[in-house]
Nanobody, 120 residues
Framework: QVQLVESGGGLVQAGGSLRLSCAAS????????MGWYRQAPGKQRELVAV??????NYADSVKGRFTISRDNAKNTVSLQMNRLKPEDTAVYYC???????????????WGQGTQVTVSS
């Protein structure tokens, strides 16, 4: 069984910072992409940032404020969020494309989500 467990959400004032972390565990053979998505109330889930072995991509709304990083040895991905805005308020989900031992195919996994609330 593969699990993605997020941590680091919370309440912060506008202009502040938070750091989200996500740890993938289980019989993991290879992780391709890892990323963060978010879903605000009444809105669709949207990509925030994604990182592969070759590049990173960010939503336009977070470029210059958020930084995604990854520790391949620990199977973790982090999201440093600076200069937070009230519109960043959402549930943030960790996501990974990975293969487990014994199966070369990659599957997509989600974490349970962590709430980020930015007050004005």
């Amino acid at each position: 069984q593969v699990q993605l467990v997020e941590s680091g959400g919370g309440l912060v004032q506008a202009g502040g910072s938070l750091r989200l972390s996500c740890a993938a565990s289980g019989s993991i053979f290879r992780i391709n992409a890892m990323g963060w998505y978010r879903q605000a109330p009444g809105k669709q889930r949207e990509l925030v940032a994604v990182i592969t072995s070759y590049n990173t991509n960010y939503a336009d709304s977070v470029k210059g404020r958020f930084t995604i990083s990854r520790d391949n040895a620990k199977n973790t991905v982090s999201l440093q969020m600076n200069r937070l805005k009230p519109e960043d308020t959402a549930v943030y989900y960790c996501n990974a494309d990975l293969a487990v031992f014994g199966d070369s195919r990659e599957y997509n996994y989600w974490g349970q989500g962590t709430q980020v609330t930015v007050s004005s």
